[in-house]
């Protein structure tokens, strides 16, 4: 149990174009799940905590409006690079607290997604 | 000072040496603790968690806690060049909602 899915793994776009980025919990129910940044060889930035029903808290420094992020079911999180620039080329992973007493204060992560933007 | 800081390396052992991989916290009050590997390119998967002070053992890993001296450490038994990784600790406190990462040692087993 607790399979996180992170679709797509890789995209290309243009500059001035919209990415948008799913995140799904596949066999339980996720009320909150982390989208984090990640760089070369640096370690893991959290950008916002999504949780369902409710808007998103931004981590400081990160525009809301630049990064939109909607968590309209328990088991879907979406995150929208909007008017993607390339330097907001990177690594983006999403994660979801486990399901149940026992686990859910563990993390279990998506694939990530590498998004380059030329 | 950072909040959960760790050595970034990188570390090498030779194959069948025993890794020790160590995380340092800030917050006193942190009460969960868990270590994650994380392959070049992939996402990170757990690993190891632990909650109370001593040792928690699975295979070949064991996780080891002080809270008094605000010290988690990862080693790695036998380790294999399939271990080779970067290794991030994470620290949550009772009442936050999110947990926070170390930048992760990076881990190289020789054959």
């Known amino acids: 149990g607790a399979v996180v899915s992170q679709h797509p793994s890789r995209v290309i776009c243009k500059s001035g174009t919209s990415v948008k980025i799913e995140c799904r919990s596949l066999d339980f129910q996720a009320t909150t799940m982390f989208w984090y940044r990640q760089f070369p060889k640096k370690s893991l930035m959290l950008m916002a905590t999504?949780?369902?029903?409710?808007?998103?808290?931004?981590e400081q420094g990160v525009e809301k409006d630049k990064f939109l992020i909607n968590h309209a079911s328990l088991t879907l999180s979406t995150l929208t690079v909007t008017s993607a620039h390339p330097e907001d080329s990177s690594f983006y992973i999403c994660?979801?607290?486990?399901?149940?007493?026992?686990?859910?204060?563990?993390?279990?992560f998506g694939s990530g997604t590498q998004l380059s933007v030329l | 000072q950072k909040e959960v800081e760790q050595n970034s390396g990188p570390l090498s052992v030779p194959e069948g040496a025993i890794a020790s991989l160590n995380c340092t916290y800030s917050d006193r009050g942190s009460q969960s603790f868990f270590w994650y590997r994380q392959y070049s390119g992939k996402s990170p998967e757990l690993i190891m968690s632990?909650?109370?002070?001593g040792d928690k053992e699975d295979g070949r890993f064991t996780a080891q806690l002080n809270k008094a001296s605000q010290y988690v450490s990862l080693l790695i038994r036998d380790s294999q060049p399939s271990d080779s990784a970067t290794y991030l600790c994470?620290?949550?406190?009772?009442?936050?909602?999110?947990?926070?990462f170390g930048d992760g040692t990076t881990l190289t087993v020789k054959p």
């Open positions: 994660s979801a607290r486990g399901p149940g007493q026992a686990t859910n204060e563990k993390l279990f």
């Open positions: 994470a620290v949550k406190g009772p009442n936050a909602g999110k947990s926070t």
């Open positions: 632990i909650y109370s002070n």
């Open positions: 999504s949780n369902e029903g409710s808007k998103a808290t931004y």
